[in-house]
Antibody, heavy 116, light 112 residues
Framework: EVQVVESGGGLVQPGGSLRLSCAVS????????MSWVRQAPGKGLEWVAN????????HYVDSVRGRFTISRDNAVHSMFLQMNSLRADDTAVYYC?????????WGQGTLVTVSS | DIVMTQSPDSLAVSLGERATINCKSS????????????LAWSQQKPGQPPKLLIY???TRASGVPDRFSGSGSGTDFTLTISSLQAEDVAVYYC?????????FGGGTKVEI
């Protein structure tokens, strides 16, 4: 059974940092692109970033480029999203998803709230 | 960036009736190298994460009922639910994966 579990969300002040983690099981992680997709409260889906199998190719949406860094550790079947210089408009549920083109299986998400 | 425009924003359909959702991309998502449309549809039920329904514009993902079908090519696409069931109440998103950034449409809310 495919499982994707996000963690690391929470309340952070504007300008602060947070690191999200995504632990997976039930599929060959090292052979899979992975993605982060977010959803602001009451809004639609927004793709954030994806990363290829060995971490050598990464893509970002313009609004997070330079502030967020996607990474992965195939040895522990995990993906990460380091989020710096957080802004109020980064407030959202962040979903980890298997696949990059397109994402094809999402976790339950972790809520990130940026507020003072 | 490719812009994805969905219509309508919402629709109400009777049980057993057909639901049709349209999606238009600002540029073609058809690859000339493999003749595939890089267009997917996902479903998000209330309080749940999204679920992939359709990829390559018309290929159903594993386990998706055959009442869901996708069609179209180039810039114009359609998701059809042939006979709406109560469990199909959800928001449906088209999204292109032809190039980064991947872009989702604004969503279409389907109600009974």
């Amino acid at each position: 059974e495919v499982q994707v579990v996000e963690s690391g969300g929470g309340l952070v002040q504007p300008g602060g940092s947070l690191r999200l983690s995504c632990a997976v099981s039930g599929f060959t992680f090292g052979s899979s692109w992975m993605s982060w997709v977010r959803q602001a409260p009451g809004k639609g889906l927004e793709w954030v970033a994806n990363i290829n199998q060995d971490g050598g190719e990464k893509h970002y949406v313009d609004s997070v480029r330079g502030r967020f860094t996607i990474s992965r550790d195939n040895a522990v079947h995990s993906m990460f999203l380091q989020m710096n210089s957080l802004r109020a408009d980064d407030t959202a549920v962040y979903y980890c998803a298997r696949g990059g083109w397109p994402p094809d299986f999402w976790g339950q998400g972790t809520l990130v709230t940026v507020s003072s | 960036d490719i812009v994805m425009t969905q219509s309508p924003d919402s629709l109400a359909v009777s049980l057993g009736e057909r639901a049709t959702i349209n999606c238009k991309s600002s540029q073609s998502v058809l690859s000339t190298s493999n003749n595939k449309n890089y267009l997917a549809w996902s479903q998000q039920k209330p309080g749940q994460p999204p679920k992939l329904l359709i990829y390559w514009a018309s290929t159903r993902a594993s386990g998706v009922p055959d009442r869901f079908s996708g069609s179209g090519s180039g810039t114009d696409f359609t998701l059809t639910i042939s006979s709406l069931q109560a469990e199909d109440v959800a928001v449906y998103y088209c999204h292109q994966y032809y190039s980064a950034p991947l872009i989702f449409g604004g969503g279409t809310k389907v109600e009974i």
